[in-house]
């Protein structure tokens, strides 16, 4: 999974480097563990941040949260997956268990929201088409609509997985999907 | 008749969008400070001979394991809170109420997961356990902290998350 966004495949000395620090933070060793945060975190950020809306600090929370529990589950860590692969997946489930966690508390931003919830913002300027507004976009879209897109566009997760991750139906993750893109064309004023 | 779809460019300016972000300045400051010490014998076991198990033998830790894990939620549901009623002479906060509902689906969820999984997930699962149980007792003390019940979400979540590829890779799928 995730195949279709993982970095190209390391070097063999990189994989024996990884492998080795792995091994090292497993058995405790901080500083190993920090140079596996320093070389993964951006990546992992930029997915929560999306997820997330766009909004920093609940980002931020998910990433510390994400790297908290994988410190505790590294121990268990036996390279079925890439390391990549493996943090991404905690770093979604911290995002989304955030953003369940919002319902409670009635965030607007919940997973539980439903649309329009959100104020519209204006990307019909003379700057649409730019990176920037395709992210000011996206973090406009419903939560669980834009959690959809995210992980299946961007971060390339098959539906049955988004399903079982967002405990919804195979069906309603591409109905999700099939909405989600429809708002994001129609909010960068892509009617094509 | 137009052929093009509409979908194209907008899958391709999302593939273009960069894979990366800074992560926050004071992100490993803040992290090293949280994190648990390793217990002694916490380091993993050889991965040589961790990936040549054979299947039938990583799927006989489950049913062990499982009925150990359930009853041991069970009990972690039921006894701090039992203790501290009895303590403070007080009915469940409805935030121990609502604890006690996401254990319980925990449990199922746990249940309904295939059979399966492999020996060298299990520190990891049983920290989680611990982490779990720690969870349960501080919010048994102080049943007013709400952030308590976010903490034990999470660490459920992970807890399924983590078995889900546990039973995937007793099964023989990558995880």
């Given at each position: 999974m995730l195949d279709t966004t993982m970095p190209a495949p390391p070097a063999a000395n990189d994989v024996v480097d990884e492998t080795a620090l792995v091994r090292a933070a497993a058995a405790g060793d901080t500083a190993a563990y920090e140079q596996l945060y320093r070389q993964h975190a951006p990546r992992v950020f930029a997915t929560l941040w999306r997820l997330c809306g766009g909004q920093q600090a609940r980002a931020e929370d998910a990433l510390q949260e994400a790297f908290l529990q994988a410190w505790k589950a590294l121990p268990g860590f036996r390279f079925e997956s890439s390391l990549s692969t493996w943090l991404h997946r905690l770093g979604v489930n911290a995002a989304l268990m955030e953003l369940r966690g919002r319902a409670a508390g009635h965030?607007?931003?919940?997973?539980?929201d439903v649309d329009g919830g959100l104020p519209e913002m204006a990307?019909?300027?003379?700057?649409?088409?730019?990176e920037r507004d395709l992210e000011r976009a996206l973090a406009t879209l419903p939560p669980r609509a834009r959690a959809v897109l995210v992980l299946h566009?961007?971060?390339?997760?098959k539906h049955h997985e988004i399903a079982g991750q967002l405990q919804m139906a195979v069906g309603s993750s591409k109905a999700q999907l099939h909405r989600a893109r429809g708002l994001l064309r129609a909010r960068l004023g892509d009617m094509t | 008749m137009s052929t093009h779809d509409p979908d194209h460019d907008l899958l391709a300016r999302l593939h273009a969008l960069p894979v990366e972000r800074s992560a926050p300045a004071d992100g490993w400051e803040r992290l090293s400070a949280r994190l648990p010490p390793r217990e002694p014998g916490a380091a993993q076991v050889p991965l040589d001979k961790v990936v040549t198990l054979p299947l039938r033998t990583r799927r006989r830790w489950w049913l062990p394991v499982g009925a150990a894990l359930a009853a041991s939620l069970a009990l972690y549901a039921v006894a701090p809170w039992r203790h501290a009623a009895d303590t403070l002479s007080a009915p469940p906060s409805g935030l121990q109420l609502q604890a006690d509902a996401m254990t319980e689906q925990y449990r199922q969820a746990v249940a309904s997961l295939p059979d399966g999984t492999a020996p060298e997930w299990q520190p990891a699962l049983h920290e989680l356990d611990r982490s779990a149980e720690q969870i349960r007792a501080a919010m048994a003390q102080?049943?007013?902290?709400?952030?308590l019940l976010g903490q034990l979400k999470r660490t459920y979540a992970l807890r399924l998350e983590l078995t889900r590829q546990a039973a995937q890779a007793a099964s023989g799928l990558t995880t």
């Amino acid at each position: 999974m995730l195949d279709t966004t993982m970095p190209a495949p390391p070097a063999a000395n990189d994989v024996v480097d990884e492998t080795a620090l792995v091994r090292a933070a497993a058995a405790g060793d901080t500083a190993a563990y920090e140079q596996l945060y320093r070389q993964h975190a951006p990546r992992v950020f930029a997915t929560l941040w999306r997820l997330c809306g766009g909004q920093q600090a609940r980002a931020e929370d998910a990433l510390q949260e994400a790297f908290l529990q994988a410190w505790k589950a590294l121990p268990g860590f036996r390279f079925e997956s890439s390391l990549s692969t493996w943090l991404h997946r905690l770093g979604v489930n911290a995002a989304l268990m955030e953003l369940r966690g919002r319902a409670a508390g009635h965030d607007h931003d919940s997973l539980d929201d439903v649309d329009g919830g959100l104020p519209e913002m204006a990307v019909h300027d003379g700057c649409a088409g730019t990176e920037r507004d395709l992210e000011r976009a996206l973090a406009t879209l419903p939560p669980r609509a834009r959690a959809v897109l995210v992980l299946h566009d961007i971060e390339g997760w098959k539906h049955h997985e988004i399903a079982g991750q967002l405990q919804m139906a195979v069906g309603s993750s591409k109905a999700q999907l099939h909405r989600a893109r429809g708002l994001l064309r129609a909010r960068l004023g892509d009617m094509t | 008749m137009s052929t093009h779809d509409p979908d194209h460019d907008l899958l391709a300016r999302l593939h273009a969008l960069p894979v990366e972000r800074s992560a926050p300045a004071d992100g490993w400051e803040r992290l090293s400070a949280r994190l648990p010490p390793r217990e002694p014998g916490a380091a993993q076991v050889p991965l040589d001979k961790v990936v040549t198990l054979p299947l039938r033998t990583r799927r006989r830790w489950w049913l062990p394991v499982g009925a150990a894990l359930a009853a041991s939620l069970a009990l972690y549901a039921v006894a701090p809170w039992r203790h501290a009623a009895d303590t403070l002479s007080a009915p469940p906060s409805g935030l121990q109420l609502q604890a006690d509902a996401m254990t319980e689906q925990y449990r199922q969820a746990v249940a309904s997961l295939p059979d399966g999984t492999a020996p060298e997930w299990q520190p990891a699962l049983h920290e989680l356990d611990r982490s779990a149980e720690q969870i349960r007792a501080a919010m048994a003390q102080d049943p007013r902290a709400p952030h308590l019940l976010g903490q034990l979400k999470r660490t459920y979540a992970l807890r399924l998350e983590l078995t889900r590829q546990a039973a995937q890779a007793a099964s023989g799928l990558t995880t």
